[in-house]
């Protein structure tokens, strides 16, 4: 396993020295006419990076999963430059860019990072949603980029430190929307984008891909003819993710989302589906009964593991570690268990049911929508979409000023408004690439392009990489994706019922019981982990000298939190928890 690093300098000793700090292995790979660009391996990290690859003068490393090499294979051979059959993945999405451009990544789908050194720049390319992460900086007269946060950390020239701007977006959020990271001077390449470095320090970016609304007008009476090509999209996107010849393996949670990619893959697959589901143990509310129903209506092999609150005592340190930007999601170290409980199965590829919230309206929307109905612009208690939006996140936004020390609420009076991440969705203004017409489609476009992209992709690749396994998403499928927002809204909730059309399209492969259930997600007992299992390393390391040395937080309100104090329940227990969690990323990362 590794990742991948590439560097541009002025001259090719000084990429190569830049690169060895961080780790690489080797002496990298340098095509002619190209001095000071040097592209490299880091071994013994969780990814699946390959290269160099070479085409048309240009040379490129990457992490690169394709699902549908046959369109790609075609589009080559239009232009009578058909590739080797066999080329791998990084050297045919490498071909595409470089006689198609931009074009040529927008047909690509998949998952994929991709570095390229083309004459004097080095450009980086990222997939449509996010399923994989690139990171790049600028130091010392150099452009790097890595796929790990943490060999840049190690980089000496780029002397990097804690982004407060960035703390206070991760208490917000419970991971960071947009191109900040919590290492000042590194940037995260946003989904969509080939941006374009060059070795006078300016750069330049395109968009291959984002969302447009696509909606027909009138809306048609009858649903059929969307809910149809739905269903052939889904059926398309979990057939070109199925692992070629060993069972399916699907985490299965009981919702609507994962049940469906259960069933297709049932139906689809020419080998065994194995599925798995978390329990927090039997005096707990939890939905084994729906998947346990959904295992027996498909016929899976069905396993479950339990996850003691003991178990993430003992392993929260190590799943924050594993992540290059911190995720405030309890489900972190269940997840890293169900990896290697996957892994250990013998699996190589594991489905799950993510993006059927952010992509056809879960329940996130509701407070937003509620809110646009009573909204009276000018009141004095009226709020902006954007700032609304925040609100409803309910994590730490409102309880900053109590949270943070006074120097470090001084040293954020003057840092960008937290509303610039989410702002350019939530309006029908303007002709950008953010512009969509339907309150609903902008809300579902801005959890796309946030939480979907820097929480629930990031963690689901990181993790499951961990252990050598790869997750896949049908439901972010760029096809599905756009047709959700060719969907008219009235389809996705209708009534009362969220993601009415998804449903629709399954319907008959499951059972009403599951199709109509409401959804509850996940349960989680952070309460009863954090007064039970990790209260004691909860007071060590947001009470310990380390943490007050940095002086991020007042200690007198971590510690009414810590007794229970202070933040009304049910809330509490995941402000606490984003603030461990910072707290145990930050050590990892030594910052």
């Known amino acids: ?40 391996l880091l071994p013994g990290e969780p990814g699946r990076a390959e290269g160099p690859f070479t085409a048309y003068g240009r040379t490129a490393v990457g992490e690169v999963t394709l699902h549908n090499r046959p369109v790609l294979l075609a589009a080559l051979a239009e232009r009578a430059a058909p590739p080797s059959p066999g080329c791998p993945d990084g050297e045919l999405l490498l071909r595409c860019w470089a006689l198609l451009g931009d074009s040529g990544v927008a047909l690509a789908e998949g998952m994929f990072v991709l ?21 790049y900086a600028r130091a010392g007269g150099a452009w790097a980029a890595c796929t790990s946060l943490r060999a840049l950390r190690r980089w000496p020239a780029l002397g990097t430190s804690m982004n407060l701007s960035a703390v206070r977006s991760f208490l917000t959020f419970a991971y960071l929307p947009g191109e900040e990271t919590l290492l000042t001077g590194v940037r995260e390449l946003l989904p969509g984008r080939v941006l374009r470095l060059h070795r006078d320090g300016t750069s330049s970016q395109t968009v291959h891909w984002e969302p447009r609304e696509r909606v027909e007008e009138p809306v048609p009476e009858d649903p059929a003819g969307h809910v149809l090509a739905l269903r052939a999209l889904l059926e398309q996107a979990t057939a070109s993710r199925l692992p070629a010849a060993e069972p399916a393996a699907v985490l299965l949670s009981g919702g609507i989302d ?110 937003m929508l509620v809110q646009e109905m009573h909204r009276t612009p000018g009141a004095p208690w009226d709020e902006d979409r954007a700032t609304a939006y925040l609100r409803s996140y309910r994590k730490c936004w409102t309880d900053l000023p109590e949270l943070l020390t006074a120097p470090a609420l001084d040293a954020l009076r003057d840092a960008p408004p937290l509303e610039r991440h989410v702002a350019p969705y939530l309006t029908a203004d303007g002709a950008g690439p953010y512009r969509m017409g339907h309150l609903l489609n902008q809300l579902l476009h801005c959890n796309l392009r946030t939480k979907g992209a820097h929480h629930i992709l990031t963690k689901v690749e990181r993790l499951t990489s961990s252990q050598g396994v790869e997750g896949r998403s049908p439901l972010f499928d760029r096809s599905v ?15 009362t019922a969220e993601k009415w059309i998804l449903k629709e399209a399954v319907r008959d492969l499951l059972p009403d019981t599951v199709v109509d259930r409401p959804k509850s997600g996940m349960r989680v007992p952070v309460q009863q982990w954090l007064t039970g299992p990790l209260r004691e390393l909860g007071q060590d390391l947001l009470l310990g000298p380390r943490s007050r040395q940095r002086g991020l937080f007042r200690p007198e309100t971590v510690r009414a939190w810590l007794r229970g104090e202070g933040a009304l329940l049910p809330r509490q227990g995941g402000k606490l928890w984003l603030v461990l969690t910072l707290e145990l990323w930050l050590r990892s990362y030594d910052v």
């Open 258 to 367: 994962s049940s469906l990619v259960t069933a297709l893959a049932a139906k689809l697959h020419s080998h065994p589906v194995h599925t798995w589901s978390i329990s927090f143990g039997d005096d707990l509310p939890n939905e084994l009964g729906y998947s346990g129903l959904v295992a027996a209506h498909c016929h899976t092999r069905h396993r479950v593991l339990t996850v003691s609150g003991e178990a993430v005592a003992a392993r929260l340190a190590e799943a924050a570690a594993l992540l290059d930007s911190p995720v405030g999601d309890p489900l972190t170290v269940p997840n890293l268990m169900l990896a290697e409980a996957v892994a250990a199965d013998g699996a190589t590829v594991v489905l799950n049911g993510e993006g059927g919230d952010p992509v056809f309206g879960g329940p996130k929307n509701l407070p």
């Open 481 to 495: 994706v756009d047709h959700a927002f060719a969907t008219p809204p009235s389809f996705k909730l209708r009534g």
């Open 115 to 135: 570095a390229v050194l083309d004459g004097e720049d080095l450009v980086l390319i990222r997939d449509h949603v996010g399923a994989r992460t690139l990171f």
């Open 1 to 40: 396993m590794a990742r991948m690093c590439a560097c541009l300098a002025t001259t090719t000793g000084q990429a190569r020295a830049h690169l060895d700090a961080m780790g690489a292995l080797g002496p990298g790979h340098v095509p002619a006419g190209v001095p000071g660009g040097e592209l490299a």
